[in-house]
């Protein structure tokens, strides 16, 4: 194990520099994290929502009414580039789009509503509005009575309104929710320290009088890239350890249990990929300084474009179809799909899983081109 034991040596020769990085990305996180609303928040002061109609019909009038009742109604035109302007202004918080067939789809007990938040964990309350709302319009649809007589029991909005529920509600899923923003914030920090601890120290094995003696050396490449690749995992699942930690003490209530499981190994597997990333990376450049530049650059334009600081609805279709071509898209999609999950169960789990093996995936491949290009750079030195 000589050179897992340089690797550590390396390591702790650095840990002053990664403890510093370390700590400024925990404070950000929780910077993050307490600055997402409050149960409080959510029951005294309404949302400015803007709700889309493209069905305009009387069921698509009586929803927004309702909603009405609840948010403060904003009105934007139907074009995506107003509401961002809207979101981005800090205007907007929520848009609802009342999709056209709404009013065919509520008669036949299937009606649905899409809903697009401008920053992460802000809409809950909003989304338990409508979906009280649509619960008890889709119940008296399927109960058979005629058209004129749902919007007549719809309009009875002391029956339909459940605000004590509602409120309960909230409550004890404002834990989860935090969570869900803390754990998407974290690819950030995943993504920056891996690069910078990985790359780091195959900086340190890729200098030029270092490569030439382990040429030399009787230990088989393969054997020493094993081991450097161990070094790498410990690393990984020792950083992802401290961030859980930090979760655990922030909302114990949250961080234990199957939701909370399925989020800890989908940090893993992002750690893994970017560990396997940064050792790519690093068989290009051999200066620590070039390093510190990539180290700032791909993180914070991964986050970007991935949905890690606001929602991917937000980006242009192009910028979506180019963040599929990163591990980190993928992520953010898997944590918010773990966070909707109503139940835990074999077939969420199964999800789940092939949701990671697809992020793993990505860094299987870099850690295989990695490898290739070492060999050709050698036969070509």
Known sequence: M?????????????????????????????????????EDSYVEEKIDVAVIDRDDSDFSHDFRDYMAEHENLLEVEDEWHAIQDFVFDDYLRVVIIIPEGFEEAALRGEAKVEQKYSIAGIGELSELYAANYLKNLNALARGGISRDEILEQLKKRDEVDTEVSVVNQVETESAMDGLEVYVNFSAYPIMASTILVVGTIACVFNAEMIR??????????????????????????????????????????????????????????????????AMLITTFVSKREVLSGIQTVIPLGLSFISGVFFPVTMLTDGIVVISKAFPTYWYCQLIERIADYTEYGAEQWRDVLMANLVILAFGVGYYVLSLIAKRLLRRSA
């Open 2 to 38: 000589t050179v897992f034991k340089a690797y550590l040596k390396i390591f702790l020769r650095n840990i002053a520099l990664v403890a510093l990085y370390v700590g400024i990305m925990i404070l950000m996180i929780t910077l993050s994290y307490s600055n997402t609303p409050a």
């Open 212 to 277: 030439k003696r382990n040429a030399i050396s009787a230990m088989p490449m393969t054997r020493m890239n094993i081991q450097l690749a161990l070094g790498n995992v410990l690393f990984c699942l020792g950083f992802v350890a401290i961030l859980w930690v930090v979760a655990g003490i922030m909302m114990p209530e949250a961080a234990f249990g199957p939701a909370a499981g399925m989020m800890l190994l989908s940090m893993v597997c992002l750690a893994l990929t970017f560990g396997a990333l």
